[in-house]
């Protein structure tokens, strides 16, 4: 069974600092792929980033940023610069299968930027 | 339209109503899902349906029955629900079988149980 933690459950910064999101995942399948998707208020989850387990390679995408290693099997958010915009609750994770029909979901980070 | 779009956003029942939610995708896709979200909980997989056959039914009550008469429409039928069935019911679309990394979610329809 697949099992993606995100031990942190509510985050606060303030304008402009960074902040990371951990997540933590578990699997037996050697290939599997990982994702974050953040949840603004309007209810929708929206994409960010999808990795698969044979590129370990680190992303960057303007002030987004993901960490993943496999060895501690993790896959980090940070965002630099944090902005207003950027509160919301953000889900990393995980799927097995070709493609990504099942799904499994961390519990969430709910972060708030205080201007 | 664009994306996915769910009606209604908010509903409120009786254990003794019968109701529906309606998913309508407009990408293109071939998978459509539904997903619960409660309170404290991971989203958790409801069913999924993949060119219109449903491929995965996750030890969901028979008190919600789906429906995906096209590949571009998904409905959710309610009848005698709990109050711990309040949440927030998200549907979801893919391309199933590329590996494209996205499901595209819609807004969400709130459920509240009375």
């Known amino acids: 069974a697949q099992k993606v933690t995100q031990a942190q459950t509510e985050i606060s910064v303030v304008e402009k600092e960074d902040v990371t999101l951990d997540c933590v995942y578990e699997?037996?399948?050697?290939?599997?792929?990982l994702f974050w998707y953040k949840q603004p208020p309007s209810g929708e989850l929206v994409f960010l980033i999808r990795?698969?387990?044979?590129?370990?390679q680190n992303e960057i995408s303007g002030r987004y940023s993901w960490n993943f290693q496999k060895s501690t099997s993790s896959f980090n958010f940070t965002i630099t610069a944090s902005q207003v915009v950027d509160s919301a609750v953000y889900f990393c994770?995980?799927?097995?299968?070709?493609?990504?029909?099942?799904?499994?979901f961390g519990t969430g980070t709910r972060l708030t930027i205080i201007p | 339209e664009t994306g996915v779009t769910q009606t209604p956003r908010h509903l409120v029942m009786g254990m003794t109503n019968k109701k529906s939610l309606k998913c309508e995708q407009h990408?293109?896709?071939?998978?459509m899902y539904w997903y619960k979200q409660s309170a404290k909980k991971p989203l958790e997989l409801m069913f999924v349906y993949n060119f219109k056959e449903q491929t995965e039914n996750n030890s969901v009550p028979s008190r919600f029955s789906p429906e995906c008469p096209n590949s571009s429409h998904l409905f959710l039928h309610l009848h005698t629900l709990q109050p711990e069935d309040s949440a927030l019911y998200l549907c979801?679309?893919?391309?199933?079988?590329?590996?494209?990394?996205?499901?595209?979610f819609g807004p969400g329809t709130r459920l509240t149980v009375l």
């Open positions: 979801a679309s893919s391309q199933a079988g590329e590996v494209s990394g996205e499901q595209f």
């Open positions: 699997t037996r399948d050697t290939t599997y792929y």
């Open positions: 990795r698969n387990s044979f590129d370990e």
């Open positions: 994770a995980l799927s097995v299968n070709f493609g990504n029909e099942k799904l499994t």
């Open positions: 990408l293109g896709h071939n998978a």
